[in-house]
């Protein structure tokens, strides 16, 4: 992953993480001036685990496993791709909520 692990991008994982939000970034995006991230509910996760009995390491995921269980985000930071993701996912979990 191009980019420094600045305290900001320490900070949004560890706020992500305490929100039950987990983050999965990829290399850069769209010739590389672009960042792009996953954000998904670390309780879906862990329902994936307990129905298939397989423990799940998010750094190894890659994008075609996390399309159905996330939402992207993009950004010219991997700071802003990463808080873009988390918000994406919010925004959608507060609508999911909604239809309940």
């Known amino acids: 992953m191009n980019g420094e692990v600045t305290n900001e991008l320490r900070k949004i994982y560890r706020k992500a993480y305490s929100d039950g939000i987990w983050l999965l970034e990829f290399a850069p995006a769209y010739g590389g001036n672009k960042y792009l991230a996953a954000a998904g509910s670390i309780s879906n996760l862990e329902k994936i ?12 995921l890659e994008l075609g496993d996390v399309v159905n269980i996330s939402l992207p985000g993009v950004g ?3 700071e ?4 873009n993701a988390i918000k994406a996912w919010k925004e959608y979990s507060k609508q999911t909520k909604k239809k309940r």
Do not use: A, M, W
């Open 49 to 60: 685990e307990k129905q298939t009995g397989k423990e799940i390491d998010v750094s190894k």
């Open 76 to 78: 010219k930071t991997r």
């Open 80 to 83: 802003e791709s990463c808080k």
